[in-house]
């Protein structure tokens, strides 16, 4: 099994203070901490193991309990009946092969380990003997005071990197640090002052999970039937944890034949496939939520008790499939009396009415009766459970969350939608609930927000038109209105494409005969001076839309950049067009004395309505051609590919050839190229699209402003 070491506790006694190492752990796995090391250097063997005895008392299986370094403690505590899951070794204590030996397979065994000789060793290991890395100081800290150099986050990263192993970040980590430390690879967080010393362990840790489950895409397993015909069971689960944020998972229980008619048929495969399906995706994935739907009957159920009793899964909702919105019996009698078993392994429970009623053992006299019962039953069961009211007669539909262990008692009210698509509208509720409170959202917000989504579904299941009786929801009508179907390059794919898509304007550029004369020196002085007069005048403002591009840029890198280029493009450049039109004098008003032409106009007109009537994506997407065609150019006018002699330094032209192929203009020309396809590829469709026309129209100006010149002075 692999294990959730998202929040992982390192107990300290004396942090722990007068609230004691014991009742500081309760709270903390109340608020879901998911691994507990008991670390108490200065205790005795037989101290540590009435410690863990305690401990496995109040965890009540609902974390993991390893014990740092003492080994036979851990074995002794075991034959005691303590439930320990394991040890934590540090380099220097027992071997790891050894541990693994007396601890057997399933143990969870971590290892210190912060430099490059240490992983060299963990890959020596036979495979299977560790199962995870604590890695760190992330920083300094006071509770480990002869703790190795900190790592900070980048060392921290480039461990994750090379380590084989999942990798949990310790040493002056907190709650700050979980989104940072979770990006750069982390597989939990290990905490010791930040719970132990926290005036509300169980609060923090809470606030701690919140903040690691948004910081990822939670992993959402269904354990239910198929619907062939794809309106519910698993295949509404997986849609549903789609459209709700999530990645899904499904292991079968059961095979149907059902349309959107009826169920016609039921297959319960052996219950041995159903216990392979779940062992291989524990022994793999860490499951962040469980639904759970139709079990069909007893011994599935028991197998699925089993399972969540090994696993212990930090979310399961349960949605007791029991007859169909058709008026099928979707659950075996016998199986009935199973399922109260299972209802007090789940965190939330969502019965229909007729659902309710069964698990309560009695009929459920209206609304206000159902929320009676509704709250007997989580009492009972120790979960919260949502009562549905779809069933009910008349123009409302309410839903209610009902916990009697914290108090919660929400009533959702809202017009029942008029439709008969409501095939599988329960299987879908339940599984957006658990992804979105695997997401880190409590469940008053993650049961509003799922009813909000699915009532959109409802409203726009008309459009799907599927089968002749009760058609499912839609459940990506809202996603594909707000995001429709566009595919979103990557910066790469932005770049190949734009650089294809204008094949054809590069290709008339290295035919103009102002290019080819260029490269084999026969380009005559007076259209290369006119050349020089025109770029001049297009630089001066050209730096002024760079200089617009700075102001805009939403990161500090890239306002230096484009800021870097506007300087450029005024005293390089400037400078180098000067020392041709007049080499004694330099940058004078005699620069910009030529009148613009026709094309050059055009050019500054149009880089001055982007940069002044659109957004930085768009101008930065105008500004790039002058960069990446000039580049282009030059690097082959220097490779020979015009012919030999632009490479020649008697070439007439050969200090102005030569400005072409700068390789720090080159290297200017790659950033610029990543900053706009990077900004294209996180645009929105339109955006990308105005982005695209922009940089294809400055393309088209930037071959006409080439053929200018040998217009003008040679061809005209």
């Known amino acids: 099994m692999i294990a959730d070491l998202s929040l992982y506790l390192v107990t300290d006694r004396a942090l722990c203070g007068d609230r004691g190492v014991i009742e500081t752990v309760r709270q903390a796995v109340d608020g879901g901490v998911r691994i507990v090391q008991l670390r108490d250097k200065h205790a005795s063997d037989e101290e540590i193991v009435e410690q863990l005895l305690d401990l496995s008392r109040v965890i009540d299986g609902r974390a993991l309990l390893v014990v740092n370094d003492r080994l036979d403690a851990a074995l002794t505590a075991r034959e005691r009946g303590a439930r320990v899951d394991g040890v934590h070794l540090g380099q220097g204590d027992t071997s790891v092969v050894r541990a693994r030996e007396l601890l057997g397979a399933t143990a969870l065994i971590g290892l210190t380990a912060n430099s490059d000789a240490h992983l060299d060793a963990v890959r020596a290991l036979p495979p299977g003997t560790v199962d995870y890395l604590g890695v760190g100081v992330i920083r300094p800290t006071s509770t480990k005071p002869d703790h190795p150099p900190a790592l900070g986050v980048d060392g921290f990263r480039s461990f994750v990197t090379a380590s084989p192993l999942p990798c949990v970040a310790i040493g002056g980590v907190g709650i700050a640090d979980t989104e940072t430390l979770r990006a750069a690879g982390a597989a939990g967080l290990a905490v010791v002052s930040a719970l132990c010393a926290a005036e509300d362990p169980r609060a923090d840790a809470a606030a701690f999970i919140r903040r690691w489950r948004r910081s990822g895409t939670p992993r959402v397993l269904s354990i239910a039937g198929s619907d062939p015909s794809g309106g519910a069971g698993i295949q509404a689960d997986l849609k549903s944890i789609a459209a709700s944020g999530g990645y899904g998972m499904a292991a079968i229980t059961a095979l149907t034949a059902q349309s959107t008619q009826g169920v016609s048929g039921v297959h319960v495969p052996p219950v041995d496939v159903l216990r392979a399906q779940l062992d291989a995706l524990a022994e793999d994935i860490v499951i962040d939520a469980v639904k759970i739907g139709m079990l069909a009957d007893a011994e599935v159920v028991n197998a699925v008790v089993d399972w969540l009793d090994r696993v212990r899964p930090p979310i399961v909702v349960l949605d007791p499939v029991m007859v169909a919105t058709s008026g099928d019996r979707l659950l075996d009698p016998s199986a009935e009396a199973a399922l109260q078993e299972l209802l007090t392994r789940a965190h939330l429970i969502t019965p229909n009415l007729a659902e309710l009623a069964v698990l309560a053992g009695r009929q459920v006299d209206g609304w206000d009766d159902a929320l009676l019962v509704a709250d007997d039953l989580s009492k009972r069961t120790g979960a919260a459970v949502l009562v549905k009211g779809g069933h009910l007669p008349g123009d409302q539909a309410p839903d209610a969350l009902i916990d009697a262990a914290t108090g919660v008692r929400q009533v959702f009210t809202g017009d029942r939608i008029a439709t008969e698509n409501t095939h599988g509208t329960g299987c879908s509720l339940s599984s957006a609930i658990a992804t979105r409170l695997a997401r880190g959202e409590d469940a008053v917000a993650a049961v509003a927000a799922s009813r909000t ?181 030059g690097e082959r006018l220097h490779a020979g590919e015009f012919g030999a002699y632009a490479r020649d330094a008697e070439h007439p032209y050969a200090s102005w050839l030569a400005t072409y192929a700068d390789p720090a203009f080159s ?50």
Do not use: K
């Not at 990308?688 to 200018?708: P, V, Y």
């Open 667 to 716: 290297a200017a020309t790659v950033q610029a190229v990543a900053y706009v396809t990077q900004a294209a590829a996180v645009a929105d469709e339109e955006t990308r699209g105005r982005m695209r026309r922009a940089f294809e129209a400055s393309s088209t100006l930037e071959r006409d402003f080439f053929r200018a010149p040998w217009e003008v002075h040679v061809a005209g």
């Open 453 to 633: 989504w699915l009532r959109e579904s409802l409203r726009e299941s008309g459009t799907l038109q599927v089968g002749r009786g009760h058609g499912p929801i839609n459940h990506f009508a809202g996603l594909w209105d707000r995001g429709g179907l566009t595919t979103r390059a990557s910066a790469a794919e932005v770049a190949a494409e734009w650089w294809d898509g204008i094949a054809h304007t590069r290709a008339e550029i290295d035919a103009l005969p102002f290019i080819r004369a260029l490269a084999d020196g026969t380009l005559p002085r007076a259209p290369f001076l006119c050349y020089l007069e025109q770029d001049a005048l297009y630089l001066r403002e050209y730096a002024r839309v760079l200089a617009e591009a700075s102001r805009l840029a939403p990161t500090s890198a890239e306002q230096a950049f484009w800021a870097d280029s506007a300087h450029g493009s005024i005293v390089g450049e400037l400078e180098l067009h000067a020392s041709w039109l007049d080499p004694t004098q330099g940058i004078t008003d005699a620069t910009f004395a030529a009148q613009p032409g026709p094309v050059t106009t055009a050019y500054l007109d149009h880089l001055r309505s982007v940069a002044f009537g659109g957004g930085y994506a768009e101008l930065v997407a105008a500004i790039l051609p002058c960069f990446w065609l000039y580049t282009d150019l």
